[in-house]
């Protein structure tokens, strides 16, 4: 493919246009999908008294979506590699959206495990597909800020959903259901009417993109031809290979320990704002809620810009660890609910800001055509702490004076372990083997 070049004004206007058409849309995608997996912690609020669930119940709840995820998150992307994003993404949207709606219609705890169980199923392959999805249109070098954006969404949905779950909660009791199966239920169908606008919307290939010229369509090609092959020691993964290789279970078991974390104090939240006062409303919760995600957000972007600036990953995806981990401590220790939720603020903040940065750690080693798979065993393997963190702080919590300060604690020890590996990994395969092997220059972004 012919090189084509472009005057840097003309690069980054095509590249604005290609960020204006993609990003906003796949956000929005991920603020319904998490939001349909959060919302369990807000709905808790009133449905673990309605169902008599125990915390240790309400935990396992949690969790076992990510067992479902798990299960199936090689396979998905299996499929999508397949049909193609456009397809299995709409695909994806429509199943978990009906799941997700039918949650409001259970009527005790093993009816909320099996829907739970197979909205992780319909889920699974998701996350890892759009972020192969967005190499298929953005540089190496755009990527960490690129993957920020659309992760931003994380955040955003909590804080969008924090306010929005607990209103519909206290306001809206229809037919005599209550707030939080109404909750469930209406948040539950815009991802059935997405999954519909993302078959029209999305385009595989640039290529096959309509909305770019026939010479944006070439330098756009030819550059992301460029840069593949610019990228050093690429591998080309089987599945099996890709499940086997060192580095990929290296990168999957720190992803699991952060999720420990992330999910842990996520779905935890709106229950750990309630013990600091019983005179709180929902909607109130809610409010609280949404200032820890307020924060994570802007460190989120603004770590992954100087992350991208710099060429660095490993120590931007450290770094947040260590932070994460020393607040989440501090924030099982102390007494006062002001300093507990600045703790908990800064917890967020370096638990989001590890995101970007470690997402584009894969992509610079592995070839686009297994990223995929490659991606998706990270993921699946690493969403596993999704059941552990939660139902750790359920166990914790629900024993004999137990109490949530107990799980923070615990989180905060599988933080710090988390970020001794990623502080002293090395990805580079100088003595041919697939150990875990990497300095920080192989894992910048190539400068093309």
């Not at 953005?138 to 209103?167: C, D, H, N, Q, W």
């Not at 260590?322 to 300093?339: D, K, S």
């Not at 300060?405 to 502080?423: D, E, H, P, R």
């Not at 083997?433 to 894992?443: E, F, G, I, M, P």
């Amino acid at each position: 493919m012919n090189d084509i070049q472009l005057p840097p004004d003309q690069e980054k206007k095509i590249v604005r246009k290609v960020t204006w058409r993609i990003i906003p849309f796949v956000f929005l995608l991920y603020i319904i999908s998490y939001l349909d997996r959060a919302n369990i912690g807000y709905a808790a609020l009133q449905m673990n008294a309605e169902l008599a669930l125990t915390s240790e119940a309400f935990g396992f709840i949690s969790g076992i979506f990510f067992l479902g995820y798990f299960l199936f998150e090689v396979p998905s992307n299996v499929m999508l590699n397949k049909y193609g994003a456009r397809v299995w993404i709409a695909r994806i949207l429509v199943t978990w959206g009906l799941l997700a709606a039918a949650s409001a219609f259970a009527q005790n705890a093993t009816q909320l495990y099996i829907l739970r169980f197979l909205l992780g199923v319909a889920e699974a392959g998701f996350f890892p597909g759009i972020i192969v999805y967005l190499t298929y249109w953005f540089r190496s070098k755009e990527l960490a800020t690129t993957v920020a954006l659309f992760t931003a969404a994380i955040p955003v949905s909590y804080i969008i959903g924090a306010p929005m779950s607990t209103l519909i909660m206290d306001h809206i009791h229809w037919f005599g259901w209550s707030g939080w199966r109404w909750m469930l239920f209406l948040e539950g169908i815009p991802a059935v009417f997405l999954g519909v606008v993302c078959f029209f919307r999305l385009t595989d290939k640039p290529e096959q993109a309509k909305w770019l010229t026939s010479h944006e369509k070439q330098w756009l090609a030819a550059e992301l031809e460029r840069d593949r092959k610019s990228r050093k020691n690429v591998k080309h993964l089987t599945v099996l290979q890709a499940m086997g290789n060192g580095k990929v279970v290296y990168l999957s078991f720190i992803y699991f320990v952060y999720q420990c974390g992330s999910l842990g104090v996520g779905y935890w939240m709106p229950q750990i704002i309630k013990g600091f006062s019983g005179a709180l409303t929902h909607t109130q919760i809610g409010l609280i809620a949404m200032v820890p995600y307020v924060v994570a957000t802007a460190a989120m972007v603004m770590w992954s810009r100087r992350s991208d600036r710099q060429g660095e990953r490993k120590l931007h995806s450290a770094l947040p660890l260590l932070l994460a981990a020393l607040a989440l401590l501090g924030a099982g220790f102390v007494g006062n609910p002001y300093l507990a939720m600045t703790l908990i603020s800064l917890a967020l903040a370096g638990l989001y800001a590890f995101k970007s940065p470690f997402w584009a750690l894969p992509t610079l080693f592995l070839s686009r055509s297994t990223a995929a798979v490659s991606i998706a065993v990270i993921n699946s393997i690493g969403n596993l702490g999704g059941f552990v963190g939660p139902y750790a702080i359920g166990v914790l919590k629900g024993g004999e004076g137990g109490s949530a300060s107990a799980g923070l604690v615990f989180l905060s020890a599988l933080l710090l372990v988390a970020f001794l590996m990623t502080f002293f990994m090395r990805l580079d395969d100088s003595d041919g083997n697939d150990d875990v092997s990497a300095t920080t220059q192989d894992l910048a972004p190539s400068r093309t």
